[in-house]
């Protein structure tokens, strides 16, 4: 399965956005790019996906890039209920086998 | 509408016991997975159901087994219990082409 690599963890302040990023070298054609959030004693909540294009919802934006190596989620005012483990994840079929990395660990200061 | 509910919350058992795990998943959704979180390991996927059937099995060892009922719940089961099994496990529902809904998880503490 391709792998995803985000950083272990970031730091952003309170109303300011945002940019949470994602490599993907090794994705495939098929690969929808996944992004889900876990905040403390929960468990994983779905965010956005995509495969080609941009996307966007009401909780964030997803950034693909034109080679599709790269991805980046964007909170456009990050809040304090927004601290959370963020992944990126492929995945490949229609089935429900999301192979999770380690994440990324968001912080937001007030 | 209720989101997917797992039962217990937590549990502690001791090692050489077994453990059975529920999970009822959104109503209407036929498709429930399994996953195991550990801080070793991170996320894991366990299996999947599909209409009573398993679909998809991830790498652990046969201690590690589910079913899944005509209603759509579905149980885990983990016999003859190791310290290493001590994590939380996830129940996800989702009907096709739809995001994964995850349950809060029922946290097992193997002594």
């Known amino acids: 399965d391709a792998k995803t690599t985000q950083p272990n963890s970031m730091e952003s302040n309170e109303e300011e956005p945002v940019h949470l990023p994602c490599n993907h070298s090794t994705i495939s054609g098929t690969d929808y790019i996944h992004w889900y959030r876990q905040l403390p004693s929960q468990g994983p909540e779905y965010v956005i996906h995509?495969?080609?294009s941009n996307v966007n919802n009401r909780m964030a934006s997803l950034a693909i890039a034109e080679d599709r190596k790269s991805s980046t989620l964007i909170l456009h005012r990050a809040t304090l209920r927004d601290a959370a483990v963020y992944y990126c994840?492929?995945?490949?079929?229609?089935?429900?086998?999301?192979?999770f990395g380690g994440g990324t660990r968001l912080m937001v200061k007030p | 509408k209720a989101g997917v509910t797992q039962t217990p919350r937590y549990l502690i058992k001791t090692r050489g016991q077994q453990v059975t795990l529920s999970c009822s998943p959104i109503?209407?959704?036929?498709?429930v997975s399994w996953y195991q979180q550990t801080p070793g390991q991170g996320l894991q996927f366990l299996f999947e159901y599909f209409s009573e059937t398993q679909r998809n099995k991830g790498n652990f060892p046969g201690r590690f087994s589910g079913r899944q009922f005509s209603n759509s719940r579905s149980e885990m089961n983990v016999s003859t219990l190791e310290l290493g099994d001590s994590a939380l496990y996830l129940c996800?529902?989702?009907?096709?082409?739809?995001?994964?809904?995850f349950g809060n998880g029922t946290r097992l503490t193997v002594t």
């Open positions: 996800a529902s989702r009907i096709p082409d739809s995001p994964l809904h």
């Open positions: 994840i492929l995945r490949r079929n229609a089935g429900n086998m999301l192979t």
């Open positions: 109503s209407g959704h036929r498709s």
């Open positions: 995509g495969l080609t």
